[in-house]
């Protein structure tokens, strides 16, 4: 079966503090998609990133980057100089290639608060 | 401007009638979703539908239904066997159901509070 483990509950930083959210996966199968979501208070949930099983490369956006460590089934996300606009809870999510990659499979989420 | 509507973004209810949640999308996309958020939990789904006139369950089906007659509609209907239907509800759409890669977009959500 499928788990996504976000243990960090919520988080707490003054604005201009590095921080990394941890993202944790369990799955049986070789092939599948990682996947980072924000929502803001608004509550719509917007798509931050991608990366599929084989591509291990850490990928940097900005002030955003993210570490895929597939040894440790790992898929941690970093905002580097924290903003006030990225409080948010942050969710991390795996696919389910026994469902042509189509279901998602959700984490907790992690409520970030940026102090000013 | 393209994207996925939700409709009413507030719903109140009494305990024992049915509600239908909208989701319109204008993506032309083939793949949509039904969500459910409860507080401290992740999305949990309901029901995906993959092309017109075909839909399966997803991990919570039990007390919802869905239709899906036009590409851009997939309406879901809380029903009275619902047995805790307060909760916020997220519809998504997903461009092209034989590409894994593609993201899910989401619309707005719609909360419904059963009094």
């Known amino acids: 079966a499928q788990k996504v483990t976000q243990a960090q509950t919520e988080i707490s930083v003054v604005e201009k503090e590095d921080v990394t959210l941890d993202c944790v996966y369990e799955?049986?199968?070789?092939?599948?998609?990682l996947f980072w979501y924000k929502q803001p208070p608004s509550g719509e949930l917007v798509f931050l990133i991608r990366?599929?099983?084989?591509?291990?490369q850490n990928e940097i956006s900005g002030r955003y980057s993210w570490n895929f460590q597939k040894s440790t089934s790992s898929f941690n996300f970093t905002i580097t100089a924290s903003q006030v606009v990225d409080s948010a809870v942050y969710f991390c999510?795996?696919?389910?290639?026994?469902?042509?990659?189509?279901?998602?499979?959700f984490g907790t989420g992690t409520r970030l608060t940026i102090i000013p | 401007d393209g994207g996925i509507t939700q409709s009413p973004k507030y719903l109140f209810r009494k305990e024992g009638q049915n509600v239908t949640l909208s989701c319109e999308q204008n993506?032309?996309?083939?793949?949509m979703y039904w969500y459910r958020q409860d507080p401290g939990q992740g999305l949990r789904l309901i029901y995906y539908?993959?092309?017109?006139?075909?839909?399966q369950k997803g991990d919570i089906a039990e007390g919802y239904s869905v239709s899906r007659e036009k590409k851009e509609s997939f309406p879901l209907t809380v029903t009275s066997a619902q047995k805790n239907p307060t909760a916020f509800y997220l519809c998504?759409?997903?461009?092209?159901?034989?590409?894994?890669?593609?993201?899910?977009?989401f619309g707005p959500g719609t909360r419904l509070t059963v009094l």
């Open positions: 999510a795996l696919s389910d290639p026994n469902f042509g990659n189509e279901k998602l499979t």
């Open positions: 799955t049986r199968d070789t092939t599948y998609y």
């Open positions: 990366r599929n099983s084989f591509d291990e």
């Open positions: 993506l032309n996309h083939d793949a």
């Open positions: 539908s993959q092309i017109v006139n075909d839909f």
């Open positions: 998504a759409s997903m461009g092209d159901s034989g590409r894994a890669s593609d993201e899910q977009f």
